[in-house]
């Protein structure tokens, strides 16, 4: 999750929801090489899903995150 701010909702729901074995990662755009090029969204914090090597586009409502997910928010 892309975001400035260290209380992120967006970041804090990714945590609470995704499946066992997901990893979630949160911080600024290039703070870690999970997150290189990737940045918040309009001013919003961003979600982005990978799976492999392969990312779907970002999301930016929990809603937008489970359903990427495949999971109920």
Same mark, same amino acid.
């Given at each position: 999750?892309?975001? +400035?701010?260290? $209380?992120? &909702?967006?970041? #804090?729901?990714?945590? %609470? ?6 990893? =979630?990662? @949160? ?11 990737? +940045?918040?969204? $309009?001013? &919003?914090?961003? #979600?982005?899903?990978? %799976? ?6 970002? =999301?930016? @409502? ?12």
């Amino acid at each position: 999750v892309a975001t +400035d701010e260290d $209380g992120s &909702a967006l970041l #804090a729901a990714a945590r %609470r929801i995704a499946p066992g074995g997901t990893v =979630v990662v @949160g911080g600024r755009v290039d703070s870690m090489p999970l997150l290189a090029g990737r +940045d918040r969204i $309009g001013g &919003a914090d961003a #979600a982005y899903v990978c %799976r492999g090597r392969v990312c779907d586009l970002p =999301v930016t @409502g929990v809603a937008e995150l489970a359903a990427a997910l495949g999971v109920s928010g």
